[in-house]
């Protein structure tokens, strides 16, 4: 797991509604500090020195109680039992830390050491940090939070109507048989945008739980189809040697600088990282156009896809070529009449605007 995933799910388990989050609350109205251990293990048992093992069910109010000592506390994974409190913890001291404070640096000595959550709170500070490997992150105002999430939300609308308006014009490149391998490239680019985004969303939506709900429902709205969208235009251009794994690897390491040249994005479909064939005449094979043929089942389309080579070839086909390789006539003239109002649909939005 990569380290935006694990951050999106170290958030989860501390976001509003959590019964964690709750006894964290408690504790930082109290003006308490704690050390909080979220998993238990032979590693977890081997740091433990003296405390005392308490084996109860967890509950917001206990954890509070317990935070009152200055010892670390220690949950187990889901976070339904507090198994000890009170407790030192001896932390190997080949891991490092740059905290300053001894609890903050012990927390993140112990989330390094042990790969499970560990949450710092600072009662002076009034700040909750969280470690976990070689993360770590603090928790910010909820305010704060909420603001940034609607400022993100803006964007991630921004980038969907620019993205919306692009594949709109590739569908007619495709439709003219025009498509050169820049506008391929363009566009990939513009779905690697919306994705970097959307991760950016995830944390938001992590960190706030139940706060978060109507954000949710806007950024599940935007991306609506979205990715699936982005899995048929792979279809249409990538190398068949490659797999989508492969290439969202590829593009997930690409830096803030890369992500804006349009040859890294061909060199990620296969087609090799020189701008000079940028110009190249490129044929889609037609799994996005036909998509959005609603008469046209998945199956009609590989069936298509597999008998011709693009979706040049698609559109020559004559009915009795096409009745040849079992197609019905129903879906033979969606066909022809879907790829002729998808056109027209397009070209009559632009004309509107």
């Given amino acids: 797991m990569d380290d935006k995933m694990e951050l999106v799910e170290m958030l989860a388990q501390v976001s509003p509604g959590t019964t964690l989050r ?38 917001p ?7 009152k000592m200055d010892g670390a506390i220690v949950l187990d994974e889901s976070c339904k039992n507090i198994i000890y409190a009170n407790v030192h913890l001896q932390v190997n001291r080949k891991y490092t830390s740059e905290e300053s404070g001894t609890r903050h640096r012990t927390a993140e000595r112990a989330g390094k ?20 490997g070689e993360l770590k992150y603090i928790l910010k105002n909820m305010s704060r939070i909420i603001e940034d999430a609607n400022q993100a939300v803006k964007t991630l609308e921004r980038y969907k109507y620019v993205l919306d308006k692009f594949l709109d014009n590739l569908t007619i490149l495709e439709l003219d048989d025009l498509v050169t391998l820049h506008d391929v490239s ?18 938001y939506i992590s960190e706030l739980g139940t706060d978060g709900r109507l ?17 048929e235009f792979l ?16 593009l997930k390491v690409l830096s803030d600088v890369e992500i804006l040249k349009e ?52 559109q020559e086909a004559s009915q009795e070529e096409l009745l040849d390789i079992k197609m019905s ?10 790829m002729q109002r998808l056109k027209f649909m397009i070209e009559l939005e632009r004309e509107q605007k």
Avoid: P
């Fill in 215 to 231: 954000i949710k429902l806007q950024y599940k709205e935007l991306l609506q189809g979205v990715f699936e969208e982005e899995r």
């Fill in 22 to 59: 709750n006894g964290i609350d408690n504790i930082m109205d109290g003006g308490f500090g704690a050390l909080i251990i979220v998993g238990y293990d032979d590693e977890i048992e081997k740091m433990i020195d003296n405390g005392f093992a308490i084996n109860c069910e967890y509950t």
């Fill in 113 to 132: 050491q042990t790969s499970k959550l560990v949450v710092a709170i600072s009662g002076r500070k009034k700040l909750v940090s969280l470690y976990k």
């Fill in 186 to 203: 363009l566009a990939l680019q513009r779905f690697e945008m919306l994705r970097r985004i959307e991760m950016e969303m995830k944390n």
């Fill in 235 to 250: 279809n249409d251009y990538m190398s068949e040697k490659l797999t989508y794994e492969e290439i969202h690897n590829s």
């Fill in 61 to 67: 109010e206990r954890l509070y109680e317990l935070a």
């Fill in 329 to 338: 006539k129903i879906k033979i003239k969606a066909l022809k009449n879907g």
């Fill in 263 to 314: 040859e890294n994005f061909a060199n990620a479909l296969g087609y090799g990282k020189n701008y000079a064939i940028l110009d190249k005449e490129i044929k889609a094979k037609g799994y996005r156009v036909l998509g959005k043929i609603t008469r046209l089942t998945a199956k009609d389309i590989e069936k298509l896809t597999t008998e011709y080579e693009t979706l040049a070839d698609i």
